[in-house]
């Protein structure tokens, strides 16, 4: 019994200096992120300690529990998930030092700063200052690792666009409900925008090639299928119910970017911060030389989000300078759905 007692009270001390060791270089990690000075003080703490293998285990043990980085004590930490934007801490580089670093960290602290909120504190000037001294892959690679939007998630948005030549006097104004694997949406239009009271339901596990609406408003008429290509479709929309989402004008930039890489095009920027019908964005207008039908438009504005990797907000222009198009996403929710969203027979819709 002396023996186990004697033992324990030579211990006591030894442990109480490494778990000082431990706390002070766990201080020093998270201020300096100098992990090599932790493990080569707590080596030579081994040489004057009497019980070597059970404080190599608890070296092992406390190294293995301070293996996990700091979020965002550099630079180029690996940035967190979005689901966990509340957390994140804004990136320590100002923002208009940001163009000095390399690619991948730009990217990087373009997504801190969206998470943590730093972006949409900054001001015009910095913004537009910002943008501007990004390396031209930057934002390209922000908004293609997005994500571009949710699994499932409703949004409400105005949209116009010239139909066989004619500028509508209103946008359409619509609900929209999107559900991802499979791909499903529900559009209803509403009642202070063009085509009151139309609704339309799509679901590609049912029917890939067809969707199911009602025209709405005074001449509502019976619900019928119709292809999302035929005429009905095409009579107020030059997209398919498919292309509803921000994920469509995301991918639409990016293969837009590819086809200015392929041809050998420059593609000039003007960067702007805008309030579109409320929303704050950076606005970047591209214009190419050749207009289309090459390129989708001849001259292209879209707004960037400020706490989202996604674009809110798009005008587009012909060869002839005339908008054909205006998309302003209002507000986006992520939500979860059951399978009445997309159901015709739900009481909440009007088939």
Known sequence: MKHRLSARSRRTPVFMRLAGLLLSSLSSLRTAGLRADLFTRLRASLHSVPSRKLLIAALVAGAAALATPVAFAQNDDTPPALDSASTVKAPSTPSAQVGKLTLDQQVKWLRAAQQSGAMEKLSDAQLVALFQSLDPLALPRYIKEGPNGYPSYEFTMARSERIHGQWPDKPDHMLVRVAHDPLRIYAKWLPDGAHAGQEIIYDESKRTDEMYGHLGGIMNVMPVWTSLTGALARAQSNHQVRDLGTEYI???????????????????????????DGVRVVAFTFETPTGQPQFYAKKETLGLDLRHPYFRTVESYDNDGKIFEKIVFETITPKTFDDSTFDPKNKAYSF
Do not use: C
Request: glycine share 8%; aromatic share 8%.
């Open 250 to 276: 995301a991918n639409q930039y990016l293969s837009e970017g590819k086809k200015y890489i392929e041809a050998g095009l420059p593609r000039s920027t003007l960067v702007e911060v805008k309030t579109v």
